[in-house]
Nanobody, 122 residues
Framework: QVQLLESGGGSVQAGGSLRLSCAAS????MGWFHQAPGKGREGVAA???????VYADSVKGRFTISQDNAKRTLYLQMNSLKPEDTAMYYC????????????????????WGQGTQVAVSS
């Protein structure tokens, strides 16, 4: 059974940083998504096995997605956090190669973690 386990969420003040981790390895495409209260789940950042990365416009320049294959872990480094980044963050993965322009499409992912909460106060 596939299991994705996120960690690293928490509460920070605006301008602060957090690093999310997801125990995940061997997938062809992986990503981070978030869901704020009352809103739909949206793509934040994603990466494929060729190292292509994509970011939502709202996080470009502030967030960095990376993977450590030796540690079998996916990361999301979040800097300069804003109150609007407050949400539940989910790790997602699939064994299929997603085309780069679709890496932030939630329907293309097959496996999801339970989520980790991020709260940013002003």
């Amino acid at each position: 059974q596939v299991q994705l386990l996120e960690s690293g969420g928490g509460s920070v003040q605006a301008g602060g940083s957090l690093r999310l981790s997801c125990a995940a390895s061997g997938y062809d495409s992986m990503g981070w998504f978030h869901q704020a209260p009352g809103k739909g789940r949206e793509g934040v950042a994603a990466i494929d096995n060729d190292g292509h990365t994509v970011y939502a416009d709202s996080v470009k320049g502030r967030f960095t997605i990376s993977q450590d294959n030796a540690k079998r872990t996916l990361y999301l480094q979040m800097n300069s956090l804003k109150p609007e980044d407050t949400a539940m963050y989910y790790c997602a993965a699939t064994y299929r190669r997603i085309l780069p322009f679709r890496l932030l499409v939630i329907y293309d992912y097959d496996y999801w973690g339970q989520g980790t909460q991020v709260a940013v106060s002003s």
